[in-house]
């Protein structure tokens, strides 16, 4: 027997393209009678960076919900004012990933606290020295900042919901655990950046920031989706130069395209 276990898989609700989230009062609605829809949230998306860079405006939040999702399932647990605290909390953590990164102790310092961390000796020290205005040491910044960015995901870790899916005929175990909220998941996404260094990118055409491990040949683009509006972009671009008189040899050399490419998509 072989169990498959998918580490990255997640799943939440989002609403239905048409029937959207406002807000009542500072709480999500949605339409009477809409049920939100299950998707598979792309997991080479760093959404927890989009969502540490949102501006705290309600429309802005409600396009976020719109497009991803709640941050929590119940409606109810999730209010504008805990959109805003999260959203602050998140662009404190990236700060403070960043400022680890390049060695920043001001910018380590700045984002440190509130220090809410394990507890261990060495942690509780630090706290102790923080709590008396004390200078930490170099070492005790780095070990302060590395706990504090994973301690998040821990947390939500003790919220996973084991799922086993046993296939009969492929003798296989299917394993995942699920996060029990959006917001959950970000956070794991963080701590996974953290460890594993991932070096984030900004999507050319959305501006979403994204994993481009993910895509062996393309660490410009974030998603299948962008990639075809890039490509619609592309034969767009290439026909209005067509239009104003320019060969398609200027074309492909302007779009940096194959030629044979370029007289396919003028000819359509
Ligand atoms: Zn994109």
Redo the contacts with the bound molecule.
């Keep these: 027997m072989k169990i498959d276990f998918k580490p990255d898989v997640f799943f939440w609700n989002k609403p239905p393209g048409h029937r959207k989230f406002t807000w009542a009062g500072d709480t999500l609605t949605l339409p009477p009678g809409t049920e939100l829809r299950r998707y598979r949230v792309d997991e080479g998306l760093a959404l927890f960076k989009s969502f540490a860079e949102l501006p705290s405006r309600e429309a802005a939040i409600l396009d976020f919900a719109n497009t991803h999702g709640p941050l929590t399932a119940n409606l109810a647990f999730c209010p504008l004012s805990f959109w805003r605290d999260h959203i602050r909390l998140m662009r404190q953590m990236v700060d403070l990933r960043y400022a680890l990164k390049e060695f920043d102790w001001k910018g380590i310092r700045e984002n440190l606290q509130p220090f809410h961390t394990f507890d261990t000796p060495n942690a509780r020290a630090i706290k102790e020295k923080l709590r008396k205005g004390n200078r930490l040491t170099d070492e005790e910044l780095i070990e302060a900042a590395v706990m504090r960015l994973l301690y998040p995901a821990t947390q939500a870790e003790r919220n996973l919901i084991p799922e086993v899916v046993f296939d009969a005929a492929k003798k296989t175990v299917g394993l995942r655990l699920r996060h029990a909220s959006l917001l959950d998941y970000m956070w794991h996404q963080l701590s996974r950046a953290v460890v594993e260094n991932v070096e984030l990118k900004s ?1 050319q ?4 920031s ?1 994993d481009p491990r993910r895509y062996r040949d393309d660490h410009r ?3 299948d ?2 990639r075809y509006r890039l490509y619609q972009d592309r034969i767009a671009s290439a026909k209005e130069m067509r239009a104003k008189g320019k060969t398609p040899r200027q074309i492909a050399k302007e779009l940096s395209a194959e030629l044979t490419h370029v007289k396919k998509w003028i000819a359509t």
Aim: net charge positive; aromatic share 10%; with cysteine.
């Design positions: 999507c055409v959305c501006g979403s994204f683009i974030c998603s989706r962008c």
